[in-house]
């Protein structure tokens, strides 16, 4: 027999409309899906993999290249594992879901997207713990930006389903590519493009989507020295800079060649009116620390949302009592700083550098130099925290990191 208590409690759900209860039941059942590690009653954590029944057929290739791999000399995305996930949408559904070897392929010439640009992409990356479980950081934010920039493309969204499965066999498959040195990674590159054999501007009818893992080692050796950008431009409101599509990528080669040229290893871009705003570094979100303070552009949507900032932020703010910013930051104010003593830090965030210190930037044809980042530097702190999470050497309060 149920007590006064618990009568009370079923009395009160019965109050409750039907629709509010099925809402409450697919909002915890859609949660508890879409993560990879929740917390029980007790905040035991219990770890979740992805568990849909999709099929995914699997080719494995005849030889591993894993012996070949020399994890001295990783360097960044120039290996590949042995294997990639494919499938191919067509009838207005992605269909033929499977691992096969990796492998050069087969286009048309008139491949729609080298000819129109219909092409995202994303970049995550997976590491590997002392006992040997392999743990993925954040896919699903990637998921979900993926589909945003798929949406702005004109391309059909990736079901959550065929993403995440997909990464998850994919790494179950080739987990022994993913190296475990102290900067080292497994680089993970989901891309979708168009296939169509068209020549002439429209929407493709076909499409590809991949899943590419690559081993890596770290992407700057060293402080890195900027230029701000005040002549070419990478993005404008109304545009696709928040979208990871190849030709915002395409058009950063020229302007950071010619940076290069002279002396730089990257470029700050700026608002493509007036050039006085900051937004990016190169392809990492761009933090400055003044007064104690750690300071980021705010978002638009010329601006990627990157996965590294916003967790850069929430461990600073929550984790490590760092005050921080999101706001317009001009060039002016930076220099000013820098001439006041108290610019005293910069860094670019993103997922294939994580924290890169930026020792030097050069505006209107004059450097100027940053502190020498020490342990003590907020950059370094958080860099600190965020890879021992990564690594699964400190506990993961926020549910970053998801199991494979
Ligand atoms: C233009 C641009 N901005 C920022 C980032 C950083 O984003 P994330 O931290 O998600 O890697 C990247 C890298 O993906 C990028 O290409």
Known sequence: MPNKSMTAVIYVIFLIPVKTRVKYFLKTFDSVKNNSTFADSNNIKLYMTVTSTMHIEVKKATQSRLAELNTENLGFGKIFSDHIFVSNYKNEKWENPRIIPFANFEVSPCMSALHYGQSIFEGMKAYRYSNGDIYMFRPLEN??????????????????????????????????????????????????????????????????????????????????KVLVEIHFTRAVPGGVGFAKTSGNYGRSHLPTKLAKEKGYDQIIWTDGYSHKYLEES????LMCVIDNTLITPELHDTILNGVTRKSVLTLAREDLGIKTEERKVSVDELVNAHNKGTLEEMFGVGTAATIAPISLFGYNDKNYKLPPASEHSIGSRIKKELNNIRRGKIADKHNWMYKV
Not at 177 to 201: K, M, N, Q
């Open 282 to 285: 190169g392809t990492m979100n």
């Open 143 to 224: 998921f979900k930006r993926f589909n945003q920039s798929a949406e702005r493309m004109a391309m059909p969204s990736v079901p959550e389903d065929i993403f995440m499965e997909g990464l998850v066999q994919l790494l179950r498959l080739d987990k022994n590519w993913v190296p475990d040195g102290e900067s080292c990674s497994l680089y993970i590159r989901p891309v979708a493009f168009a296939t169509e054999a068209h020549i002439g501007v429209k929407i493709s009818d076909t499409y590809d989507f991949m899943i590419i893992t690559s081993p890596v080692g770290a992407y700057y050796s060293q402080p890195i």
